[in-house]
């Protein structure tokens, strides 16, 4: 078969009607011949099967791999190219999904030959018009395909050869044609366009009786007929002087297109086509039923009802036909492009599955048709902002390092008796710094803590007893544990109301450069106050704590420090061989441990 002869291309066979062979009597109720090709002409066919054939065109269409994690885009794959680039040598992808898409909205049936290659099985999509094709179902159970070529010879296609996609079947072999079985709806609404053009044509001018008294030969009363019509019909012609003798008397006929409701019948039939299509009005501008309050839900319906049953029959039929693989591999089209909100519903979205950790920064950028960038794929949840590994890791260090302090505090006399260890010169911050080093074992946020320590506050001045504190604070932030509440409030009771100018000055969070190798520093946990000094300051890399999973990002704006941690005892403070690792931003210096 030549190249040249695949394609059905109109030539001697294409129907030109005019309106007299449009309107011949018996083609429809409304006397207006419908096909599948003539209903083109009917502005409400031809913009539901642009809306259709253009939008499954354009939408993104990938071949997937299926993976243990999900799936993957099989780019690789000689098939990705033919279906999401380039079908045959002459037609795009866009193109040929959109003349496919065409003939299944009018034919019922879109057949595309499946050639093979150099580039494998399925190197070429070269579409074959439905209207020269015809299907039967032989003995086997497969499907034959006869196909008319424009010199009149037939060419015959097994199953495996045909890419075919059909419509709502009545028998399962060939799709219905949507147009014939709405072919009155469709031919009213023609109709309505024809006579419109008509009527205007005329001059908008209603049809004229000529009366004469006296008896008119056939011909003369043809040959009147034709003078007044070349004289006075059209719209050059319209309100132009007329003479009439012998008797002749003119009288329009009465009825117009206000008293038929035309405007009406007209929009009345643009719903019917949508309906039979199932394409929102709006979307063929008709905007007489939409609002800026309902307009986006219709488009979400549009996709939801009416794009999603249109792309499921190219998806299966593609798997069925094109892959022989399909355990492994399917094809799917992209409609998220679609469904897309405005810039604060998107960003609104992305920021909560983010914060889930769903999605990366990257995605969102590939979501968004930006680029990826370096450490973007990582995910984060909301403790501390961590990754879901380092959360872990973290807890299991605060919790080893939490033990471990409780178990230094008390003070061990010989005799075995435990003795409450004598207050040192830090220990009153420490006291009041407890509230702050149990808020953070809960993760609540800046807002939170400050109102619960405004609360506190409130108990330590004397505006409150600590039954009410307690009762308040359970209230407020119902996802702290009595244990909790108990543990901060227990440290806010020991500290007593001094004069501003009598409090010492609060030790500052370490900066980058205000402590290096051997300081002594302290920072908060679960458990109390734990102290330490400092072993190696990372500020560009990653910081791996010995002994643990634990791992910490350093950077210069805060590096993090590998710290030796220090108990005490009855005769002092002595170092373990614990480590652990922190952001400088977390730490306190404070004077050499003795």
Not at 153 to 182: F, K
Not at 319 to 330: A, G, N, P, V
Not at 502 to 513: F, N
Request: negative net charge; charged residues 25%; proline residues 4%.
């Amino acid at each position: 078969m030549n190249k040249e002869n695949l394609l059905w291309l109109p030539g001697s066979e294409s129907r030109h009607y005019g309106w007299d062979a449009e309107m011949s009597s018996g083609s429809s109720a409304a006397g207006v011949r419908i096909t599948p090709e003539t209903s083109l002409k009917s502005t409400a066919v031809l913009a539901c099967a642009r809306v259709l054939a253009e939008t499954v065109a354009g939408l993104p269409i990938h071949l997937y791999k299926k993976t243990g994690e999900g799936r993957t885009i099989a780019n690789e794959q000689p098939l990705y190219s033919v279906l999401h680039e380039q079908p045959n040598t002459w037609q795009t992808s866009f193109e040929w999904r959109e003349q496919s898409m065409l003939h299944v909205c009018l034919w019922g049936n879109s057949y595309s030959e499946i050639r093979s290659g150099s580039a494998g099985a399925v190197s070429e999509l070269i579409p074959l018009h439905p209207s020269r094709m015809t299907v039967e179902r032989i003995e086997n159970g497969k499907l034959r395909y006869k196909y008319r070529e424009p010199n009149g010879s037939e060419t015959v296609y097994r199953q495996d050869q045909i890419l075919h996609v059909r419509w709502m079947s009545g028998d399962g072999v060939t799709g219905m044609i949507p147009v014939e079985l709405a072919k009155d709806a469709v031919a009213l609404a023609r109709a309505c366009e024809l006579h419109g053009a008509s009527y205007f044509g005329n001059g908008a001018v209603p049809g004229v009786v000529l009366e004469t008294d006296q008896q008119l030969e056939p011909a003369a009363a043809s040959a009147l007929r034709d003078n007044w019509e070349r004289m006075h019909r059209g719209a050059g012609r319209s309100h132009r002087t007329a003479v009439l003798m012998g008797g002749l008397k003119a009288h329009e006929i009465s009825g117009t297109n206000q008293e038929s409701q035309f405007l009406e019948s007209r929009r009345f039939q643009v719903e019917e086509v949508c309906r039979l299509f199932r394409v929102p009005p709006h979307l063929v501008g008709d905007l007489s039923r939409s609002s800026f309050s309902n307009i986006e839900q219709q488009s979400i319906d549009f996709v939801q009802h009416t794009l999603l049953p249109w792309l499921k029959r190219f998806e299966t039929a593609i798997s069925r036909d094109l892959i022989t693989e399909r355990k492994e591999y399917f094809v799917e089209f992209d409609t998220r492009g679609l469904l897309r909100g405005d810039a604060a519903a998107r960003a609104s979205y992305y920021s909560t599955l983010w914060n889930l950790g769903v999605l990366s920064i990257n995605e969102i950028r590939g979501f968004e048709n930006m680029n990826s960038v370096e450490g973007g794929d990582e995910r984060f949840v909301q403790l501390s902002m961590q990754t879901v590994e380092g959360a872990k890791a973290q807890t299991e260090v605060q919790k080893k390092e939490a033990d471990e302090v409780v178990s230094s505090d008390p003070k061990e006399e010989p005799s075995g008796e435990v003795v409450a260890e004598e207050p040192t010169e830090e220990e009153p911050q420490e006291v009041e710094a407890k509230a702050d080093e149990n808020l953070a074992a809960q993760a609540l946020n800046g807002a939170q803590i400050q109102g619960l320590l405004t609360i506190i506050e409130s108990m330590t001045s004397g505006l409150l007893d600590r039954t009410a504190t307690k009762a308040l604070i359970a209230s407020a932030f119902p996802m702290l544990s009595t244990e909790t509440i108990d543990t901060v409030l227990a440290g806010s009771s020991t500290s007593s109301v001094v004069p501003v100018s009598e409090q010492k000055e609060e030790q500052g969070r370490a900066k980058p450069g205000s402590v290096s190798s051997g300081d002594f520093v302290s920072w908060n946990t679960s458990g109390g106050i734990a102290r330490g000094r400092i072993l190696k300051i990372v500020k560009d890399s990653v910081l791996k704590v010995p002994g643990t999973d634990f791992e910490i990002e350093g950077t210069p704006e805060d590096p993090a420090a590998l710290i030796r941690l220090y108990k005490k005892n009855a005769e002092g403070f002595y170092a373990t061989d614990t480590q652990v690792g922190h952001k400088l931003s977390s730490l306190s210096k404070i004077k050499p441990l003795e």
